[in-house]
């Protein structure tokens, strides 16, 4: 195990700042009916500033069901969940709308991109219910999108767009609110497995900078880009460890037959 | 965020599905556009009714012979003897409220001049007729006090009468034969028109000094009816009380017994012709408020299906940070937006249709401000009320079944 000590959560204050994800025993269950199934069953994690970790496990291991509490999109049944000391368990949708809103940063398999509307316009979208003009939103939007080099396609609709190209807006707004985390859930699974390594250079590239990454995948080859791999099964963390030696997906792109893009 | 990024995504949202959304508003454009129209003409038609009765003379009595019930059979109105000339008089002499009154009796009469003839009306009156009638002359004048004194044999027409029997020929000096009586035609009437209230045409008929008319045509002594002006709008209904009771005394009638006379109040006739008019428009116009209702179902089925297709634009939005009340606000937006613009459009089929009403069937058709004003409350309202399910249904939605959703 190389987690690092287990912190104590009522002393996660100042001298923890560098702490952005506190999970502290979080449970969750389901009533199916007469049913109940009980999807995390005691879950603890601590996630540093800077960290880039990749979360695998098979379907039903309880992945899913963590990165909607880590995504604020779901509650805990018990346990507590601090994003950058704030007390997520409790929160009111309302207040967890805007925690979604301000400090997290979706990557959805499926792209999520709305049809018919330009590459610029899906960027902006958080920005419309962050509490910033609209000038400074679409100013942002451009910016989140020549980070993804998209500088040159905001007016290109998403059915005028490559996966690849689609997965990068995507990303883009994630980005365009300066998130403190950033959740992929699959992001590459919809991929070619060239576009996917792309993806997961800009990943690196995002962490390289600071921006704390949290990824789902079950594809052992893309897990390896991040820093640290956390197993999940049976609703428990089974293996977290460190990776070592990960390879620069910038440099592995170089080895991958070109393909047409 | 603010009222008009909701409503440019709104409008956005509605251009992407531009057939969808043109047809939608269809419902509430034809629903707008039928109840401005019928509106229009309900209120078109009681603006002509009130002008009509106004025209006649704002402080007009009618005091009518009563019916008579003879073997259990009602005679109809003006069958009594009892109104006489003198109770005429008396009411001038003894009602304050009274400014003129003139007495009339009615028979009916073929008209004849060389070849053409024409059956009407021929009502005996005295010249003050005229004047309480405020019932100018386009020529000649009324016969006088003098013609009435005589049982002179002269005759004032209205335009149809004069229409008909001398067409472009001057009809002023001429003498026509009423049942083979000859009289002098000494004046030819305005024309007024069709009366509202009742429905006939005020212009045919001929009128003749009482006294001829009873002592040459029929025969008769007593009135049919009496026309009193008050002496103002105010006390027309005072006159009212103060004539029924004068006439009740003048003909000895018990208290527990019916009048043998009726008096009516113009004011009061033109509260019958509105409230006509009025249940007409009201007719008229919920037949037309329920393809207002069609229209706003359709929109809630549009917005059903939209946030049905939309779910995981739903889910997205919620990801990103809309709260349930940003995603209600979103759909309830295009909910109004489609109405009102179906509204607005509406407006304008329903001003071009009473524009083509007036023009084509000639109806006078009345659109005013306030039912505008109504028009565009009215459909904001349906996409508010019709839009609001659909909208809590999108709100109500979970992000991450939203998502999921394919």
Same mark, same amino acid.
């Given at each position: 195990?190389? $987690? $690092?000590?287990?912190?104590?959560? *009522?002393?996660? $204050? *100042?001298?923890?700042?560098?702490?952005?994800?506190?999970? &502290?025993?979080?449970?969750?269950?389901?009533?199916?009916?007469?049913? &109940?199934?009980?999807?995390? &069953?005691?879950?603890?994690?601590?996630? *540093? &500033?800077?960290?880039?970790? $990749?979360i695998m496990g098979a379907s039903g291991s309880g992945k899913s069901t963590f990165m909607n509490i880590l995504g604020c999109l779901d509650q805990p049944s018990a346990g507590r969940y601090l994003l950058e000391n704030i007390e997520v368990s409790g929160l009111s949708k309302r207040q967890l709308a805007a925690i979604r809103n301000h400090k997290i940063g979706f990557v959805f398999q499926g792209f999520n991109l709305l049809s018919r509307t330009t590459a610029l316009e899906n960027v902006e979208l958080p920005t419309l219910y962050a509490r910033i003009s609209k000038a400074e939103g679409e100013k942002r939007s451009r910016e989140a999108l020549a980070l993804v080099g998209l500088g040159d396609r905001v007016a290109h609709f998403p059915s005028q767009l490559s996966g690849g190209q689609q997965q990068r807006v995507a990303i883009a707004r994630a980005l365009v609110n300066q998130p403190s985390i950033l959740l992929a859930d699959e992001p590459t699974g919809n991929l070619d497995s060239r576009t996917a390594v792309e993806i997961m250079d800009i990943f690196q590239k995002l962490n390289d900078d600071g921006l704390t990454i949290v990824l789902v995948t079950h594809e052992p080859d893309i897990a390896q880009f991040a820093k640290r791999s956390i197993q999940f099964r049976d609703g428990r963390i089974r293996r977290d460890e460190r990776i070592l030696n990960?390879?620069?997906?910038?440099?592995?792109?170089?080895?991958?037959? *070109?393909?047409?893009? | 965020?603010?009222?008009?990024?909701?409503?440019?995504?709104?409008?956005?949202?509605?251009?992407?599905?531009?057939?969808?959304?043109?047809?939608?508003?269809?419902?509430?454009?034809?629903?707008?556009?039928?109840?401005?129209?019928?509106?229009?003409?309900?209120?078109?038609?009681?603006?002509?009714?009130?002008?009509?009765?106004?025209?006649?003379?704002?402080?007009?009595?009618?005091?009518?012979?009563?019916?008579?019930?003879?073997?259990?059979?009602?005679?109809?109105?003006?069958?009594?003897?009892?109104?006489?000339?003198?109770?005429?008089?008396?009411?001038?002499?003894?009602?304050?409220?009274?400014?003129?009154?003139?007495? +009339?009796?009615?028979?009916?009469?073929?008209?004849?001049?060389?070849? !053409?003839?024409?059956?009407?009306?021929?009502?005996?009156?005295?010249?003050?007729?005229?004047?309480?009638?405020?019932?100018?002359?386009?020529?000649?004048?009324?016969?006088?006090?003098?013609?009435?004194?005589?049982?002179?044999?002269?005759?004032?027409?209205?335009?149809?009468?004069?229409?008909?029997?001398?067409?472009? #020929?001057?009809?002023?000096?001429?003498?026509?034969? =009423?049942?083979?009586?000859?009289?002098?035609?000494?004046?030819?009437?305005?024309?007024?028109?069709?009366?509202?209230?009742?429905?006939?045409?005020?212009?045919?008929?001929?009128?003749?000094?009482?006294?001829?008319?009873?002592?040459?045509?029929?025969?008769?002594?007593?009135?049919?009816?009496?026309?009193?002006?008050?002496?103002?709008?105010?006390?027309?209904?005072?006159?009212?009380?103060? =004539?029924?009771?004068?006439?009740?005394?003048?003909?000895?009638?018990?208290?527990?017994? %019916?009048?043998?006379?009726?008096?009516?109040?113009?004011?009061?006739?033109? %509260?019958?012709? !509105?409230?006509?008019?009025?249940?007409?428009?009201?007719?008229?116009?919920?037949?037309?408020?329920? @393809?207002?209702?069609?229209?706003?179902?359709?929109?809630?089925?549009?917005?059903?299906?939209?946030?049905?297709?939309?779910?995981?634009?739903?889910?997205?939005?919620?990801?990103?940070?809309?709260?349930?009340?940003?995603?209600?606000?979103?759909?309830? #937006?295009?909910?109004?937006?489609? @109405?009102?613009? +179906?509204?607005? =459009?509406?407006?304008?089929?329903?001003?071009?249709?009473?524009?083509?009403?007036?023009?084509?069937?000639?109806?006078?058709?009345?659109?005013?401000?306030?039912?505008?004003?109504?028009?565009?409350?009215?459909?904001?309202?349906?996409?508010?009320?019709? +839009?609001?399910?659909?909208?809590?249904?999108?709100?109500?939605?979970?992000?991450?079944?939203?998502?999921?959703?394919?």
């Amino acid at each position: 195990m190389a $987690t $690092t000590s287990q912190p104590d959560v *009522k002393g996660a $204050t *100042k001298q923890d700042h560098e702490t952005i994800i506190l999970v &502290r025993d979080v449970h969750k269950y389901y009533e199916l009916g007469e049913i &109940r199934v009980h999807a995390l &069953r005691g879950v603890s994690i601590e996630i *540093k &500033r800077g960290d880039f970790v $990749t979360i695998m496990g098979a379907s039903g291991s309880g992945k899913s069901t963590f990165m909607n509490i880590l995504g604020c999109l779901d509650q805990p049944s018990a346990g507590r969940y601090l994003l950058e000391n704030i007390e997520v368990s409790g929160l009111s949708k309302r207040q967890l709308a805007a925690i979604r809103n301000h400090k997290i940063g979706f990557v959805f398999q499926g792209f999520n991109l709305l049809s018919r509307t330009t590459a610029l316009e899906n960027v902006e979208l958080p920005t419309l219910y962050a509490r910033i003009s609209k000038a400074e939103g679409e100013k942002r939007s451009r910016e989140a999108l020549a980070l993804v080099g998209l500088g040159d396609r905001v007016a290109h609709f998403p059915s005028q767009l490559s996966g690849g190209q689609q997965q990068r807006v995507a990303i883009a707004r994630a980005l365009v609110n300066q998130p403190s985390i950033l959740l992929a859930d699959e992001p590459t699974g919809n991929l070619d497995s060239r576009t996917a390594v792309e993806i997961m250079d800009i990943f690196q590239k995002l962490n390289d900078d600071g921006l704390t990454i949290v990824l789902v995948t079950h594809e052992p080859d893309i897990a390896q880009f991040a820093k640290r791999s956390i197993q999940f099964r049976d609703g428990r963390i089974r293996r977290d460890e460190r990776i070592l030696n990960r390879p620069r997906a910038s440099e592995v792109i170089q080895n991958l037959p *070109k393909l047409e893009d | 965020m603010d009222l008009l990024a909701i409503i440019r995504i709104a409008m956005r949202a509605l251009g992407r599905n531009k057939m969808r959304s043109i047809l939608t508003m269809l419902g509430i454009m034809i629903g707008v556009g039928a109840v401005i129209a019928m509106l229009g003409v309900g209120q078109g038609a009681r603006q002509t009714v009130q002008e009509q009765i106004q025209a006649m003379g704002s402080n007009l009595l009618f005091v009518g012979a009563g019916t008579v019930t003879r073997s259990g059979m009602h005679m109809g109105w003006g069958s009594t003897k009892s109104l006489i000339y003198d109770d005429m008089l008396a009411i001038m002499r003894e009602c304050p409220t009274a400014h003129a009154a003139a007495p +009339g009796s009615s028979s009916s009469g073929q008209v004849v001049f060389g070849n !053409d003839n024409w059956a009407t009306r021929v009502n005996g009156t005295e010249p003050q007729y005229f004047d309480i009638r405020v019932w100018p002359f386009q020529e000649g004048s009324a016969f006088t006090q003098n013609d009435v004194e005589m049982a002179a044999n002269v005759a004032v027409i209205g335009e149809t009468v004069r229409k008909n029997l001398f067409g472009a #020929t001057n009809s002023i000096g001429q003498t026509i034969r =009423i049942n083979n009586l000859p009289f002098r035609v000494v004046g030819v009437l305005v024309p007024k028109g069709t009366s509202a209230a009742m429905g006939d045409d005020q212009d045919d008929i001929i009128l003749v000094p009482i006294t001829t008319l009873q002592k040459k045509i029929t025969g008769q002594n007593w009135l049919r009816w009496i026309m009193v002006s008050a002496v103002s709008r105010q006390a027309s209904y005072a006159a009212q009380q103060q =004539i029924a009771a004068l006439l009740r005394d003048r003909h000895r009638i018990r208290p527990a017994e %019916d009048d043998d006379f009726f008096v009516r109040n113009l004011a009061d006739m033109a %509260d019958v012709a !509105d409230e006509a008019g009025r249940v007409m428009t009201l007719l008229l116009a919920s037949i037309a408020g329920v @393809s207002l209702i069609v229209g706003g179902i359709g929109i809630m089925n549009i917005m059903l299906v939209s946030v049905t297709e939309r779910t995981r634009e739903i889910g997205v939005r919620m990801a990103v940070g809309a709260t349930e009340r940003d995603v209600q606000q979103q759909f309830l #937006t295009e909910a109004v937006v489609l @109405s009102l613009l +179906g509204g607005g =459009i509406g407006i304008l089929f329903g001003l071009s249709a009473s524009y083509l009403i007036t023009k084509t069937l000639g109806w006078p058709v009345l659109v005013s401000p306030v039912v505008i004003v109504i028009a565009v409350l009215f459909s904001m309202a349906v996409g508010v009320f019709f +839009g609001f399910y659909p909208a809590s249904r999108a709100a109500q939605l979970d992000p991450i079944e939203a998502l999921r959703y394919e």
